[in-house]
């Protein structure tokens, strides 16, 4: 049975964030990626609400936030509004955990608001040049975007989240459900589209050389059967940040959080208490 994680709402600048807390410790914030929200974490905050203050959100745009398209959805903006939204809730500091481009948003958290985090960890994140992926960047044509509100339906969404899972097996009904909740309305589509459209690979190229000085310890998680972001991401931030570990999960797919829930969490685990 589907359950939206997120119970609670704020208003930042204009937009109603949906989000959820629970478990006690260290904050820690958890930032999904575009084509999902945060029912992507539901199955990893078993290993780590008995250990951490769990901080889930719904970007503007996506689940249960509010769907307005008059400011576009960058990653530069995202990145901003989670900045308000933590000092809302009088969040101290905290860890940052950030998948697909969410793990964009928190390379760009990291640069700009340092002294906010211990540290950030980045799952099958975009970085540098090596992304938009093709799909997204044919969003960007607007024949493309038409075609795609009038077609888009759960078969061809299904295709897409069974490609990203490397245990097939999960790709269960209630799955889909999650993925379907956002896309089934006009307005969760629009919102996507939005999102899509306004993803610019330069709001991470502009912050390399702060992104390579960076002093924060650094995890990165690299399921490496992900078939939509290249392996060569994981590599090139491994070679330049300074203080980062890096870890493969051979049997990860795109949505690792699905595939490898327990090895995700216990790699954060011993990431933060080893640093």
Same mark, same amino acid.
């Given at each position: 049975?589907? +359950? #939206?994680?997120?119970?609670?709402?704020?208003?930042?600048?204009?937009?109603?964030?949906?989000?959820?807390?629970?478990?006690? %410790?260290?904050?820690?914030?958890?930032? #999904?990626?575009?084509?999902?929200?945060?029912?992507?974490?539901?199955?990893? *905050?078993?290993?780590? +609400?008995?250990?951490? &203050?769990?901080?889930?959100?719904?970007?503007?745009?996506? =689940?249960? $936030?509010?769907?307005?398209?008059?400011?576009?959805?960058?990653?530069?903006?995202?990145?901003?509004?989670?900045?308000?939204?933590?000092?809302?809730?009088?969040?101290?500091?905290? #860890?940052?955990?950030?998948?697909?481009? =969410?793990?964009? @948003?928190?390379? @760009?958290? /990291?640069?700009?608001? !340092?002294?906010? *985090?211990?540290?950030?960890?980045?799952?099958?994140?975009?970085?540098?040049?090596?992304?938009?992926? &093709?799909?997204?960047?044919?969003?960007?044509?607007?024949?493309?975007?038409?075609?795609?509100?009038?077609?888009?339906?759960? %078969?061809?969404?299904?295709?897409?989240?069974?490609?990203?899972?490397?245990?097939?097996?999960? *790709?269960?009904?209630?799955?889909?459900?999650?993925?379907?909740?956002?896309?089934? $309305?006009?307005? %969760?589509?629009?919102?996507?589209? #939005?999102?899509?459209?306004?993803?610019?690979?330069?709001?991470?190229?502009?912050?390399?050389?702060?992104?390579?000085?960076?002093?924060? !310890?650094?995890?990165?998680?690299?399921?490496? /059967?992900?078939?939509?972001?290249?392996?060569?991401?994981?590599?090139?931030?491994?070679?330049?940040? !300074?203080?980062?570990?890096? @870890?493969?999960? !051979?049997? =990860?797919?795109?949505?690792?959080? +699905?595939? +490898?829930?327990?090895?995700?969490?216990?790699?954060?685990?011993?990431?933060?208490?080893?640093?």
């Amino acid at each position: 049975m589907m +359950e #939206h994680l997120t119970t609670s709402h704020c208003d930042i600048e204009g937009h109603q964030f949906a989000y959820f807390v629970r478990g006690q %410790g260290e904050p820690l914030l958890l930032v #999904h990626g575009i084509s999902t929200y945060s029912f992507i974490w539901r199955k990893v *905050l078993p290993f780590l +609400e008995d250990r951490y &203050q769990l901080i889930g959100v719904d970007l503007v745009g996506c =689940g249960l $936030s509010s769907k307005n398209l008059d400011q576009p959805y960058s990653i530069k903006r995202h990145a901003h509004l989670l900045q308000k939204f933590l000092q809302k809730l009088e969040i101290g500091k905290f #860890h940052f955990v950030g998948h697909d481009v =969410g793990g964009g @948003i928190g390379q @760009i958290f /990291a640069v700009n608001y !340092p002294d906010m *985090l211990f540290d950030l960890v980045v799952i099958n994140s975009v970085a540098y040049d090596f992304w938009p992926v &093709q799909p997204i960047i044919a969003m960007r044509t607007p024949i493309v975007r038409q075609l795609a509100m009038a077609t888009l339906d759960m %078969g061809a969404l299904r295709m897409i989240v069974r490609r990203g899972l490397y245990h097939k097996e999960n *790709l269960t009904p209630e799955l889909m459900e999650y993925f379907w909740a956002q896309m089934k $309305s006009r307005e %969760g589509r629009k919102a996507f589209l #939005h999102f899509a459209a306004s993803l610019n690979n330069q709001d991470l190229l502009e912050i390399t050389d702060q992104l390579h000085r960076l002093e924060l !310890p650094v995890l990165i998680i690299r399921g490496d /059967a992900d078939p939509y972001l290249s392996g060569a991401i994981a590599g090139k931030l491994a070679r330049n940040i !300074p203080n980062n570990t890096l @870890i493969k999960i !051979p049997t =990860g797919s795109h949505f690792i959080q +699905e595939d +490898e829930p327990q090895q995700i969490a216990a790699a954060m685990v011993d990431f933060f208490a080893g640093k």
